[in-house]
């Protein structure tokens, strides 16, 4: 088995490509060890020194490493490994109901703003989750109200040094070509 790496625009976070799928139709984030018993990869990269995050798309797996000295060269290998024996081993991903309440927040906005915010999560998966992968991240929506759009960064975008400029920049001046109204995007 081979595993191919990328750098992301993260200088904490390396991108693995298993080169199959990792999770067909969800996404999954851990960012400590608990959440991480989820999933048996989760919890084998985790049980790794140095791993302080963990997003899993489809074909990814976005590792973050502690902000301890931890340094690439020693981590990199041991995450390798874990994932490769993972899959070498056949066990599932995820274990039984572990996609099942990730605590995400619900969703808020006013009913009178559903046509707006229809267009803000077409935008999100037709133009900006789809980048946002290929950086071994996400962006999801967490609301919208007076104008503000809310959206909550995952993976590689999650403390990324350059997420505010793409928030700033690319995501927020691309709703307001489609949609005048907005007037700004934030992280939660």
Excluded at 96 to 123: M, N
């Amino acid at each position: 088995m081979f595993i191919q790496t990328e750098a992301t625009p993260n200088p904490a976070t390396l991108k693995f490509l298993p080169g199959r799928v990792v999770l067909p139709e969800s996404t999954f984030e851990a960012r400590d060890a608990e959440t991480a018993n989820r999933s048996p990869l989760a919890s084998a990269l985790f049980s790794v020194p140095g791993v302080a995050g963990v997003y899993f798309g489809h074909d990814f797996v976005s590792v973050t490493k502690a902000e301890d000295g931890s340094e690439w060269a020693q981590v990199k290998p041991a995450i390798l490994g874990a994932i490769m024996e993972h899959f070498q081993s056949g066990a599932p991903v995820m274990a039984e109901g572990g996609l099942d309440d990730q605590g995400g927040e619900d969703e808020f906005y006013d009913e009178a703003d559903h046509d707006t915010v229809v267009t803000i999560k077409d935008l999100l998966e037709t133009r900006v989750r789809p980048a946002v992968a290929g950086d071994g991240g996400d962006i999801t929506f967490r609301g919208y109200k007076e104008g503000v759009v809310y959206l909550e960064m995952k993976g590689a975008c999650s403390g990324c040094p350059s997420s505010t400029a793409t928030l700033r920049h690319g995501v927020q001046n691309l709703f307001r070509h489609f949609l005048p109204e907005i007037r700004e995007v934030q992280a939660v």
